[in-house]
């Protein structure tokens, strides 16, 4: 996205892609629906959260001041086993869900270039 994703534009983003990483999850669980000894996986928010805070750097004011340097998450430690079977129609529905509200920071994000795209052409106009 480069120079113009700051601030929401940034979140908004940053939400798409976990919901592409949980529509990717949702899309495994109802793929194994008909395993036998497979259990349903959930992104575990909470970790993620967790580790998003921990990657927040603190802006240095002064040349004495320490520098911080972001932390990441594991790659594995966001996804969490239920222990429960696949129910289809939970899967289905957490889908549904999932993909509304990906269209919708897709919307968001839609309207925010618009928005910038106008800004721009009034000033060159």
């Given amino acids: 996205m480069g120079i113009f994703v700051r601030g929401i534009e940034s979140k908004l983003v940053d939400r798409m892609g976990l919901l592409r990483q949980a529509s990717r999850v949702i899309s495994n669980n109802i793929a194994n629906v008909n395993v036998p000894s497979y259990t349903a996986k959930r992104l575990d928010f ?3 959260l967790k580790g998003e805070q921990m990657k927040l750097e603190l802006r240095r004011t002064h040349p004495g001041h320490i520098a911080s340097r972001p932390v990441n998450i594991r790659q594995g430690a966001s996804l969490r086993d239920t222990g429960r079977p696949v129910e289809l129609d939970e899967e289905v529905v957490r889908m549904t869900e999932n993909s509304m509200e990906y269209q919708t920071m897709v919307e968001l ?4 270039f ?11 106009d």
């Fill in 109 to 112: 994000l839609r309207n925010r």
């Fill in 114 to 124: 618009d928005l910038f795209s106008k800004i721009i052409s009034e000033r060159v």
């Fill in 46 to 48: 909470p970790s993620i």
